[in-house]
């Protein structure tokens, strides 16, 4: 029986050709899954095509999941989901409360005909460069957190280049590459510059910065504000039921730091926004109650994973910054 066939008056590229009659044999129940297609050889002699144009369409199946191959045999049915058209590799750092509903966000955008992978290399380039390797020719887009880890383009390099996106975090190394991310130095200069007729009201503002996770962004940014507009302040990698003095703001990127920063004022009796203040990195439902509200510097983690999902569903090449706010409450 005839799988594949080519118009080539037809006005449409050869390799999409090839793609949908596959599909078209799939839906008809004419191959089924294990079975075996007509070699790269084969389809080329019979329609006097370059190797290129059918390995394209074979490749393309096989990103999306129709088509496994078995080197030195051939290509053979995967899947008959031949609806999915889009299949990403999704790389996480780790998942939270945040990271949560960005995935949520990507998801609902990309519609119905997508199939996404989600995986996390927490933090460790052995796993990163693990996953990608694992992972790589099996996807129609990769979708890349890459966080602050180092010397990784090599790396992305060995994906197809025009299927990759960063998100997140960038940086010069990956400027080439597509990307939504967050601008570290600009937003959380921007944002302690907008609260600062409620900063002047303290003597010190203190970065908790253990640099593991955090972007070195944060750490600029602060520095910067804190000198420019003649604040002390200091960076300290832990807090570890630091004493609290009065007059302090704590500037926290990590939650867990921000549980034992409540928990040692609450030892310490001091009120959080009269006595000292916090400042936490990251908007989530709970901290608009914790401690009657706590302020936040936060990007809008929903409207990142609209943005990527318009970007791959349209195939832009934007690198964009994704707009950071303020939310002031009772804990400044």
Do not use: W
Not at 1 to 30: C, T
Not at 163 to 176: A, F, G, R, S
């Amino acid at each position: 029986m005839k799988i594949i066939s080519i118009h080539k008056n037809r006005g449409l590229p050869i390799y999409k050709q090839i793609i949908f009659s596959i599909e078209k044999a799939i839906e008809e129940k004419s191959i089924k899954i294990n079975d075996k297609l007509p070699s790269i050889n084969k389809v080329c002699l019979e329609f006097s095509l370059s190797r290129d144009t059918v390995l394209l369409a074979y490749d393309e199946l096989k990103k999306r999941g129709i088509l496994y191959a078995i080197p030195g045999k051939g290509y053979y049915v995967k899947s008959i989901g031949i609806t999915i058209k889009n299949k990403v590799f999704l790389l996480f750092d780790e998942l939270n409360v945040f990271k949560e509903d960005l995935y949520n966000s990507f998801i609902k955008n990309m519609g119905t005909d997508v199939q996404v992978d989600i995986y996390f290399h927490h933090f460790n380039i052995k796993v990163f460069q693990k996953l990608i390797q694992e992972n790589n020719g099996n996807y129609t887009k990769y979708v890349i957190m890459p966080t602050n880890l180092k010397k990784i383009a090599p790396i992305l390099n060995t994906l197809p280049i025009q299927d990759v996106y960063i998100l997140d975090q960038t940086n010069p190394e990956l400027e080439k590459f597509p990307s939504i991310s967050q601008n570290f130095v600009k937003d959380i200069y921007a944002a302690l510059l907008e609260g600062k007729s409620r900063l002047d009201n303290y003597q010190k503002l203190i970065l908790i910065f253990p640099g593991f996770r955090e972007p070195i962004g944060m750490k600029i940014g602060f520095e910067k504000f804190c000198i420019d507009h003649h604040f002390d302040y200091e960076i300290i990698s832990e807090f570890n039921k630091l004493k609290i003095n009065i007059g302090e703001v704590f500037i926290i990127p990590n939650d867990r730091d921000l549980v034992q920063v409540i928990e040692q004022s609450e030892i310490d009796n001091l009120k959080i926004g009269q006595d000292f203040g916090i400042i936490s990195y990251n908007e989530t439902p709970l901290k608009k109650v914790v401690a009657n509200g706590i302020t936040t510097i936060s990007t809008n983690f929903e409207k990142m994973g609209e943005i990527l999902a318009q970007m791959i569903l349209e195939n832009k090449k934007d690198q964009l910054e994704n707009k950071c706010q303020l939310i002031l409450r009772n804990s400044l």
